[in-house]
């Protein structure tokens, strides 16, 4: 756990959040600002800060935390599909530097995005 990270105090039940998943190596919450009718953030349990970090030190569980965000993302986007967004550094847009997929679905989605 990191002390100053705002997802592993959620993962460790100090801040509260909206559970959608939860097993004991990856975890998925509410986003507290949805942009979608559905957004769900999907994480590993372990602090690692971006997806490449991830991908270098634990690959497999790259694979588990999309197979999750799979799972939610056929559950709440059905036949219209979702979104899955992984932001990594702040000039892409990475706020909370505790690796999560976005998970989005509900409303009709643009590409390009911003
Ligand atoms: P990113 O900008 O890709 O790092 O995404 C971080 C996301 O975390 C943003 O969409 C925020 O709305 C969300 N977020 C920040 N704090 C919380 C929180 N306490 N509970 C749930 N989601 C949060
Ligand atoms: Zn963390």
């Known amino acids: 756990m990191d002390e100053a990270c705002i997802f592993c105090k959620i993962l460790a039940g100090e801040i509260p959040a909206t559970f959608a998943y939860r097993d004991e190596r990856v975890a998925a919450i509410a986003d507290v600002n949805p942009q979608a009718p559905t957004h769900l953030l999907v994480m590993p349990v372990v602090h690692v800060a971006n997806m490449p970090a991830l991908a270098d030190s634990q690959p497999a569980l790259v694979s ?45 989605l643009r590409w390009p995005p911003g």
Request: zero cysteines.
């Open 64 to 108: 588990e935390v999309f197979s999750v965000a799979s799972r939610l993302g056929r559950a709440h986007g059905g036949d219209d599909g979702f979104r899955t967004v992984v932001n990594t550094g702040p000039g892409a847009g990475q706020t909370v530097e505790h690796m999560h997929v976005h998970v989005l679905a509900g409303r009709d």
